[in-house]
């Protein structure tokens, strides 16, 4: 049986920080062999006070990315499925706004990227983290947002390693939480490629990166479930479907249980 290749991690360049136009990525992925594209962009956020963010849509753009996907997912029906989704923090205060957004559009799914603490307006960058009280706040913020329920999976779930200078007690007690959590929720922790593509192209004399070879021995030390994603911001993040099909049995031979597709987002 041919291997199944999806990728339900794939921004659009409403987040201000990619490239490639949706209908490009559709056909990057027919072309690299993938079964599955999910769109799963930076959500907005009705951020008060008149905030601004630099890294995602902002709430008026919602019907355009809804209807584009939409579109898109008819014309190629046939050649490949194509799901809607959005990669949302764990921000209390709006996520009644955002259970609104996801009933009112439908959404496919939602990814649970856990970038700020608390809020963009006020809160750190996770993956600025240098200190061990940042990495106990991501650990937090990361098990409260799976204990929600509203996401799918914990993308990039060792962001916090970004630009932490070493792997102490403090990061392996954080990060076997994660693990301990996921495996309890059944939440699937995404192996984020773009993370080990950054982590193997840039120095990290005095930060570990993401997408830690550390994080996933501990990971495979627990009954947890994995799923590749590209986290496509242009198109040569589709192009690495073969490092996606490496990675899927780089894990299993570790034991980890990888799978093809998400949870209610086959074939």
């Known amino acids: 049986m041919a291997p199944i290749l999806a990728n ?7 987040c201000h920080h ?16 993938y079964s599955i594209l999910g769109f799963s962009d930076h959500t907005p956020w009705p951020f008060a006070g008149g905030f601004v963010s630099n890294c995602r849509m902002l709430p008026a753009q919602m019907d355009d990315y809804v209807a584009t996907v939409r579109a898109l997912q008819k014309k190629y029906a046939g050649q490949i499925r194509i799901y809607l989704g959005l990669e949302a923090e764990y921000f209390p205060a709006y996520l009644p706004w955002l259970a609104e957004q996801t009933k ?13 603490c608390a809020s963009e307006e006020t809160g750190e960058y996770f993956g600025a983290a240098t200190r061990p009280a940042q990495l106990e706040a991501y650990t937090e913020y990361a098990v409260k947002g799976m204990e929600s329920g509203l996401y799918c999976c914990l993308a990039h779930p060792d962001l916090c390693l970004n630009h932490y200078p070493a792997f102490d007690a403090t990061a392996e ?11 309890r929720l059944h939440v699937p922790l995404e192996y984020n490629v773009l993370g080990e593509v950054r982590r193997m192209a840039e120095p990290h004399d005095h930060d570990l990166g993401y997408t830690h070879p550390n994080f996933w021995k501990i990971a495979a030390e627990y009954p947890i479930q994995a799923i590749v994603g590209c986290d496509a911001h242009d198109l040569a993040g589709i192009e690495r479907a073969p490092r996606v099909l490496a ?8 034991g980890i249980k990888v799978l093809d597709t998400l949870p209610g987002l086959g074939l």
């Open 8 to 14: 339900y991690h794939t921004h659009t360049p409403r």
């Open 18 to 33: 990619a490239s490639g136009s949706e209908e490009e990525f559709v056909q990057a992925a027919i072309h690299c062999g």
């Open 104 to 116: 009112k559009y439908s959404l496919d799914y939602l990814i649970f990227g856990n970038h700020f």
């Open 173 to 183: 007690r954080c990060l076997r939480r994660i693990c301990e959590t996921a495996a």
């Open 247 to 254: 990675v899927k049995q780089e894990l299993r031979g570790m």
